[in-house]
């Protein structure tokens, strides 16, 4: 099928959903639309369609068309910009189809030991969700709910990875106890490509069937919060592996608490044929809200998996990150915030060496509506002699019509120069205008960046173009008024 005969069958297919879903007998309301179009760079136009149903008998339900196209360079094209990447979705209490994201603990395999603690991934249900992003998802799935909140059979597919169906089943235990079971069945390609070297640390995919199973329970009993998640994987040509993730959480006035311990085995697959790159995790968070001083605290410990040649050592970080914030009040309608943190972390390598890191960044913030001022400094040092010391200055504007920004900032490093933000947006009765432009990199001064003058000075900047719309149905008092 030709492009043009693709792009021609599109808005043909929106529409029957549109009308399908429209012509619901339980739809009394009319659907909330919002569109919105965003340039890139001139080169990049992205669109997204939502249309949200919220009455009748089966709940929420969403409709989203979304496309990607690139400026068209060719000579002889007749559309300016080509044909590119779309998408069509939707999702409601039966089914989600489109492309999706992950949630729970389908999230965690995936992508193994990839979440802090605290995160909603240990909390949340697992399953497929709509991904609404303005860029097009390359993970497409489907989610049918056969028994709808217990039992769901569900798809997943992306280009050049292959296709995982499976399945998950809910079981409550209680009113605050939650156990979810997930079974997946998946053949990944082979790993083995020319482009991988023969000597990579981690032992490539061999190919086969693979096979998923893993279970979670969640527990919340106020103030504790309990979820533990394991699950292992096994192919035909893969021995077993598991993963296994801990959390627990402790909200008590006016401390947060929350501790994580991950492990992953050296034989664990993800359904794509990938590998964590982790095999030990232990992190810690804790929050404080004592009035007008906020606190906060987070350490983590990472072990990356052991290499199997002989004499290598093993990769390891140890991240300890500290934070503390004063919002002041007056009665006079002026806010002033104070922030500051700061990070340290090191690092060692596979070869034994150590590399230390530090990052110590100060913010001040003036609100006094409609104007804001802000204004910080801050520093990152390497023991291998890379430093960077950035200071910038930021004005806002909150008029009726919208917002201006304005950030302007200098970095002093190996390449010193300057660099800038601004933005503005208009909004007005359903409709915002917006346009952002920013350095992509500092600007360098021209006595050290000579060779640079003759290059095109836009590919130094990112500039965003958008605007948005929505459409809301009028309630019945008010088309009566009229």
């Known amino acids: 099928m030709s ?14 959903l549109l009308l399908i879903l429209a012509a619901h007998p339980g739809s ?3 659907p909330e639309a919002t569109l919105r179009t965003e340039l890139e760079d001139l080169a990049i136009m992205k669109s997204r369609l939502l249309i ?9 339900r969403r409709l989203m068309y979304v496309e990607n196209r690139e400026f068209s360079k060719t000579e002889g094209t007749d559309a300016l910009f080509a044909p590119g990447r779309w998408a069509v979705g939707f999702s409601g209490p039966l089914v989600t189809a489109g492309p999706v994201s992950l949630r729970g603990i389908l999230a965690q395999l995936y992508n193994p030991l990839a979440h802090g603690p605290g995160t909603q991934v240990c909390s949340d249900a697992a399953g497929l969700s709509l991904d609404i992003g303005l860029d097009v998802a390359s993970r497409r799935g489907l989610q049918l709910q056969i028994i709808p909140g217990h039992w769901s059979l569900l798809g997943i ?78 192919g035909q040509w893969v021995a077993p592996g598991t993963l296994t993730t ?13 501790l994580l311990i991950g492990s992953c085995s050296l034989g664990y697959f993800t359904p794509e044929g990938d590998k964590g790159d982790l095999e030990w995790i232990v992190a810690a968070r804790a929050k404080g809200d004592l009035g007008a001083l906020h606190i906060s605290a987070a350490w983590r410990r990472e072990l990356s998996p052991l290499s199997p040649f002989p004499g290598a050592f093993r990769d390891s970080r ?5 934070g503390i914030q004063i919002n002041l009040q007056n009665a006079c309608g002026w806010s002033w915030t104070i922030r500051a943190d700061a990070e340290l972390e090191r690092e060692w390598s596979s070869a034994g060496q150590g590399h230390c890191r530090r990052c110590l960044e100060a913010l001040s913030v003036l609100d006094w509506r409609p104007w804001t001022l802000s204004a910080g400094v801050e520093e990152q040092w390497r023991e291998d002699r890379e430093w960077v010391q950035d200071a910038w200055l930021e004005v806002g504007w909150e008029p009726f019509w919208g917002q201006a920004r304005l950030k302007a900032g200098y970095r002093h490093s190996r390449v010193s120069g300057v660099y800038l933000a601004g933005s503005l947006e208009a909004v007005g009765d359903g409709k915002r205008t917006y346009i952002r432009l920013e350095t992509k990199d500092v600007l360098p001064s021209f006595a050290a960046e000579e060779a640079r003058l003759g290059k095109d000075w836009l590919q130094m900047f990112a500039l965003r173009v958008g605007w948005e719309a929505e459409a809301r149905p009028q309630s019945p008092a008010r088309s009566g008024q009229r």
């Open 246 to 258: 801990l959390n627990v959480g402790l909200s008590a006035v006016p401390v947060d608490l929350d």
């Open 52 to 60: 949200d149903f919220s009455a009748g008998p089966y709940g929420f």
């Open 3 to 16: 492009e043009q005969t693709s792009a021609s069958l599109r808005i043909p297919l929106l529409l029957l």
């Open 157 to 234: 597919y992306k280009k050049q990875i292959g296709a995982q169906v499976g399945s998950v089943i809910a079981v409550p235990l209680g009113r605050r106890i939650a156990c979810t079971l997930a079974g997946l069945l998946s053949t990944p390609p082979d790993r083995l490509e020319d482009d991988q070297p023969w000597y990579a640390e981690q032992t490539p995919f061999p190919g086969g069937l693979v096979g998923h199973v893993a279970g979670s329970l969640v527990w919340e009993l106020d103030p504790v919060r309990f979820s533990l998640a394991a699950a292992g994987s096994g």
């Open 28 to 30: 009394c309301d009319g």
């Open 318 to 322: 140890d991240r300890l990150d500290a």
